[in-house]
Each structure stands twice: as C-alpha cells, then as structure tokens.
C-alpha cells in the first residue's frame, strides 16, 4: 500500500453517503480488470483516456487516424462515457473502464491493457496512474489539454510540493493554445515537453445546415416551424426559468437539459411543456418543450433560430459551443465558460457567439431573433471558424506515434521505477 492509497481510502469511506447513493455500473472495470488481449497485429497499442461524454466525443476526429497504425483502446469513467464511447468506438477500437486510483487497480489495469503509450484527453491525470506508467516506462501525456483559470489558481498553491512533482509521469503536454500552455509551464511542467496542439473538439464536429431526424423531431414534439424557435443546451441550475422568464414575445423554446436524473426538475420550471418522452404531454399549443431524452440534441440544434448554451448562467463552467457553430447557428452563452476559454473565444471574436449575464439574456435573445442577416452572419462565421480550426487531430495523432515508438515498455508483478529513458522527440 502507498501513502497516497492510505490516504484515497479513509477519504473513500467518509465520502461513501454521497457517492453510493449514486447509480455507477461497471465496478469491476473501475477495479482494474479489463478483459483484453495482447496486441497480435504488431501495431503498438495506443490508450486514450477520456473522462465523460465530451472527452469521448472529441476523440471522434483522432481515432480513424489512429486505427489504421496502431491497436488503440478507449477508456472512460463515467457511464454515460462508457456508453457513447461503445456507441462510436466499439467497431474499431476496444473500450474498457479507466481504474480507480489506488495502486492495485491501477497495476492491475496496465498489465491488462499492456499501452505503448498513454494519451490523457484534457487532463485528467491521476498520481499513481502516472507514477505506475513511469515505472513500466510507458510513454504517457495529456492530449487536448487544459486548465481552466479557476483550476489554475487552486493548483498554483499546491505547484512546489504537491504538483510539480506528478510532472516527473508525463512526458508531453499537447495544450490547447498559448494560455494552456504558460499555465502548465507556471505549474512547474517543463517547457520543452509543453505543446500547442489545438483542440481536438473542433475537428470532431462535421460542417453542415441539416441533421437526419430533425423533421422527424419537429413533428414529434408539436414544434411550430413557422415560429422562431430557442434551444437551450445542456442546461442545469435551474437555468430553465431564467429561460422562460427571457423568452421573447412568439418564440417557442425547447430546453435539453444536461443530467437525466434533472428531467423532472426541469419540467417544474416549464409550465405546461411537452415532453419528449411523453407523448402527449403538455398544453397542444405550448410554447415550451423538453427534450428529456439522449441522443436527441444534435437534433434539437438543427431546428434552432438560436442557440443558448446551458452551465454558464449559474456556479458552473460552461458547455461546448462547436456543435451548435458547426451546424451554422448563432450562440448566445452566459458568463461562466470557464471550462471553454478558448472554444468561447476564437468564436466570439469571429463574430459567430455572444456572451450575455443573466439579466441581459432577454435583451440578446430578442435582439438575435429580431434580425435574420444577424443571425445568417453569426452562422456563417462560426461555421467558417470552426473551419479554421480544423486540423488539430492530425496534429495530436503525431504526437502520440511519436511518443509510442520511443521506449518499449515493461510489465511484470516487480516493476520497480527503472530509469524513464531518452525524453520523448515530438513535434512542436
């Protein structure tokens, strides 16, 4: 047992009334058993890690150009990870639990997967996950990475003892772009393994004005096309009254919000909506809907007049605006985008986003479906951005065959840190 396991598990047992109360599946995946064989083909084995939903789905853009080089596999967390990466990845690539970070989940697990090299979407890195890695000197760094200002200010205090220290287990930091980069390197990561590298979420969304089932949508919820229509993503905190409160005079507005189990509390706030998982729920003539259902988003972004971005008019930290740019609809976000700096503003500064507070939101909703060129332009420059922006998986797909092919890894029940090796030769 190590210190930090001493430590992981008293703050387990403290925390255990508030996360068993929560439906998890996959436990024995989450202890580190994963059903896997070795690599036969000769390609190295690539392991991607991504947390949740929006980790996974922006690998969509680097894994085709993995699988044709290398063995990959995708781990995730969370359940409603493991389901979206089985939905995309399972044909080509083996999707598995990422362990707990304990040291015999976490041993136990690499010597399951056997990686040639470890790639950690956005950063979640773990100690003993790292220090495991660095002693079967498995090549290992964050892809895609960030760290949100408020993350940043936490960690800073932590840099000289608890931090920088974890560095010693990665060997490269593909950031997103320059502030990511200086607030790695302000964490005490060495700047000749930091990287600008772009965001994988931008490569993962295609370009286009239509989405097969859009229609088929409209007409199953009762939505009235003729009539500007709201769509509000990924909303929480009881963002959908200040929705309905901000709702101009004829528009219609559907809210998607970001947690199934916060269905029915959303509905509490849309008096008289329908709801998509309840057919003929509601008022008829209803201006309100909810899309309480997954897998219908995309969708729902189809259909929008505009599109407001939930998370970011309470104590949270955003959402990802590209999919709804990508479509060619214009955003309107609220101030708390911690999470999406950089997304936020390549977008607000090609014209194709607007940041609006809470008691502004009326004011930029109305304003937006007042004007039709308004709203063609902003599409048409976000989709023209997220253009732009394209290419930063090729990118990412060479940092990590690079990384995969400079040191072989060991595997065995007593591997005891060797010595990590030549620094691995990327592409800056």
Known sequence: MTLLDALYIPAALLSAPVWALKKRAGWRGRFGHASLKPPTSGKPRVLLHAVSVGEVMSLRGVVPLLTPCADVVVSTTTD??????????????????????????????????????????????????????????????????????????????????????????VDFIAAQDETYSQRFEQLGMDGNRVFIAGCLKWDAEPVVRTVEGADALARDMGIDRSRPLIVAGSTAER???????????????????????????????????????????????????????IGDLRRAYALADVVVLGRSFGTLSGSNPIEPAALGKPVIIGPRFGDFESIVGALRSAGALRVAPADGLADALRKVLSDPELRELMGQAGQACVESNRGCAQVHAEFIMGAARTRTPMYSEDVRSPERGNRIPVRA
């Open 239 to 293: 963002e959908e009254s200040l929705l309905f409160r901000s709702l101009p005079a004829g528009a219609q507005l559907l809210c998607a919000p970001r947690k199934p189990e916060y269905f029915d509390a959303a509905a509490a706030q849309l008096p008289g909506c329908v709801r998509r998982s309840k057919p003929g729920s509601g008022d008829p003539s209803s201006r309100l809907f909810l899309l309480d259902s």
């Open 80 to 169: 409603k990870g493991w389901e979206t990466a089985n939905k995309l990845f399972a044909a080509t690539c083996s999707v598995v639990r990422y362990p707990i970070d304990l040291s015999w989940c976490v041993n136990r697990f690499l010597d399951a997967v056997r990686p040639n090299v470890v790639a950690l979407t956005e950063g979640d890195a773990w100690p003993q996950f790292l220090r495991a890695c660095a002693s079967r000197r498995i090549p290992c760094g964050l892809i895609s990475a960030r760290v949100s200002e408020r993350t940043f200010t936490r960690y800073r205090r932590l840099a000289s003892w608890g931090i920088k220290p974890a560095w010693r287990g």
